[in-house]
């Protein structure tokens, strides 16, 4: 029985997680006692800064545009509003099935698939609001149209190579939060082909990078906020979030060999 160390408790990693009631894949491992809210906390607090900052950084060029009849300002509060929604989403689903199993006790497998229906409409919004933002405030960065389409097209490129990268090396699924839910995720090696060869955590180091492309080909100081703002969210998740629960899953950081 392996014994390891977390938040200053010990819990071992070996035993069996039963829990998931209706689930034909169950995790075998154990949670530490107050789990649920570890690190939720920071994550409240480092929003509470982000939020204004992002609002600071666009509220100069914002009240004047609008977008499909819809003002600047909409959209940006709705580029905004969507990843925290999500993030508040994961942090709470992600946290209620891994110390309940909430979602297989209450669909069983498909329990996945509910959770992928939540999930995968707010991240295809996410550059979609910015790019709305964009174009509703478009031209509010003084820099040159042209250098904004090299330097926008130039961070595109890693974003696109990342995502290539998850379908053929790492699988949605699995990106999806899988090894929350089933153990055949959890026990499946490390990921170190395409872009993970260059960051473990390739998805939130290099996809996150094309949002602010998308704001420089606006050439748009509130949409590259928006970006600002949701490359530091997603960093926030990871730190309070998903690197602790990576500890629980694994036993160590996700972000080491």
């Keep these: 029985m392996g014994l390891r160390a977390f938040d ?95 979602l297989t006790r209450t669909f069983g497998d498909a329990g996945f698939i509910v959770w992928g229906l939540i999930f995968f409409p707010l991240l295809v919004a996410r550059p979609l609001l910015i790019a709305a933002v964009g174009l509703a405030d478009v031209g509010t960065l003084p820099i040159p149209r042209a250098l904004g389409i090299a330097l926008g097209s130039a961070m595109l490129l890693p974003a696109l190579w990342t995502m290539h990268s998850v379908k053929k090396y790492f699988g949605f699924a699995r990106a999806l939060g899988g090894d929350h839910f089933f153990e055949r995720y959890r026990t499946m090696p490390l990921v170190r082909e395409g872009a993970f060869k260059y960051s473990s955590n390739a998805m939130y180091t290099f996809v996150f990078i094309g949002f602010w492309g998308i704001a420089l080909l606006c050439r748009s100081r509130a ?15 990871w730190y309070c979030t998903e690197q602790p629960d990576g500890v629980v899953l694994y036993g160590r950081s996700p972000d080491e060999d």
């Design 223 to 237: 949409a590259l906020a928006v970006a600002m703002f949701q490359h530091a969210y997603i960093w926030v998740h």
């Design 8 to 102: 200053g408790r010990v819990y071992s990693s070996d035993l069996s997680f039963d829990s998931h009631a209706g689930n034909t894949d169950p995790l075998s491992i154990t949670v530490p006692d107050g789990f649920m809210w570890h690190g939720q906390l920071r994550h409240l607090l480092l929003l509470a800064v982000l939020l204004p900052g992002a609002w600071a950084i666009a509220g100069g060029s914002l009240g004047d545009g609008s977008f499909l009849g819809i003002t600047d300002e909409v959209w940006f509060i709705a580029a905004v509003a969507v990843p925290v929604i999500q993030q508040l989403a994961v942090a709470l689903l992600w946290r209620a099935q891994l110390c309940n199993g909430l």
